[in-house]
C-alpha cells in the first residue's frame, strides 16, 4: 500500500486530462482517485497511466448499480496486463435517492465482490466506499480496505479504531485555498450542500457529530468549514494532516476552486503534507 503515498488528489472522472496527470505526479502525488461513478469500461484511466510512469490511478467510486460486475473485472485486467499494479479498483454502493434498481447494499456489495473473486480481481487491489461499522468490517475483511467520502479526522480515528491497523484507509477532504471565509463557504457549500440530500452520508454525519442545525441544506458554517477545510496554506495543510494523525494511510484532496481549476492549489500543497 506505501505505494499510493499519503496525499492523493480526488477529481470526476471526466474531469481530468493526461497533461494534468503528468503534473500531478511532477508535483510528487501518488495517486488519482476518479469520482462521479466511472463506467465499467474504465476507459477514462487509460489516458491517464498512459501519459505517467508511476502514478496510481484508482476509482472512488464504482456504482455497483450501473457497472457490472463481469465488464468491470474484465476492464480491471485490461488494465492490469497493460499497468501492472497501478490501478486501484474502489467500489460502493451509491445512493438510495440517486439509483433507481437500488436495495439492500450490504447484500448487493457481498455478490457484487463474489462476482469479481470469481473473476479473478485480487482482494488488495480492490477497496470500497464505507461509512458504518458493518460496511467497514466488510471492507476490511473481503478488500484492501476502506474509501470514506465526506468525512472528518474525528470519523478517521474511529474509522481506523474499527478496521484495525492493517486496512488501508483513505479518507477524502476537500478543501478551498482561499483565505477570504466568505468567498471559501461559497464554494464549498455549492459542493458540500446537495449530498445532505443523500440519506446515508447525513446519517454518518450525524454519527459524526452533526445536528439538524447543520444538516438542513444547504448546511451550517460549521459542517461547511469541516468538509471543506479553507483558508491560507497552513490551515489547509494542517486539516489535511490531521486525517493521518488520526489514522488514514493516505488523504485524498478534493480540490475546490470558483474556476474549477485544480493545479494552482496542487502546487501550493505539494511536498507539504
Known sequence: ?????????????????????????????????????????LDTADPLLDATERLTVGTSI???????????AESFHRLEAKYPGRFMLGIGAGHRENNADYRKPYGALVEYLDEL?????????RAMAAL???????????????????VTPDYTRWARAQLGPEALLVSEQKVVLDDNPEQAR???????????????????LRRIGFDDDDLTFPGSD????????????????????????????????????????????????????
Request: hydrophobic share 45%; glycine share 10%.
Open 1 to 41: 500500500m506505501e505505494h499510493i503515498g499519503r496525499i492523493g488528489i480526488w477529481i470526476g472522472h471526466s474531469n481530468i486530462g493526461a497533461d494534468v496527470a503528468q503534473e500531478l505526479e511532477r508535483l510528487g502525488y501518488a495517486t488519482i482517485w476518479l469520482g462521479f461513478s466511472p463506467p465499467a469500461e
Open 62 to 72: 464504482v456504482n455497483i448499480w450501473t457497472a457490472d460486475a463481469k465488464r468491470v
Open 117 to 125: 473473486d470469481r473473476a479473478g480481481v485480487p482482494k488488495q487491489q
Open 132 to 150: 458504518g461499522p458493518r460496511m467497514l468490517e466488510l471492507a476490511r475483511t473481503r478488500t484492501a480496505g476502506a474509501l470514506p467520502y465526506l
Open 186 to 204: 461559497k464554494v464549498g457549500r455549492a459542493r458540500v450542500g446537495p449530498y445532505l440530500r443523500l440519506s446515508n452520508y447525513v446519517a454518518n
Open 222 to 273: 460549521r459542517i461547511i468549514d469541516a468538509l471543506a477545510v479553507h483558508g491560507d496554506q497552513d490551515t489547509v495543510v494542517a486539516g489535511l494532516r490531521a486525517h493521518l494523525e488520526a489514522g488514514a494511510n493516505q488523504v485524498a484532496v478534493q480540490i475546490l476552486s470558483a474556476d474549477h481549476d485544480i493545479l494552482p492549489t496542487a502546487r501550493a500543497l505539494a511536498g507539504r503534507i
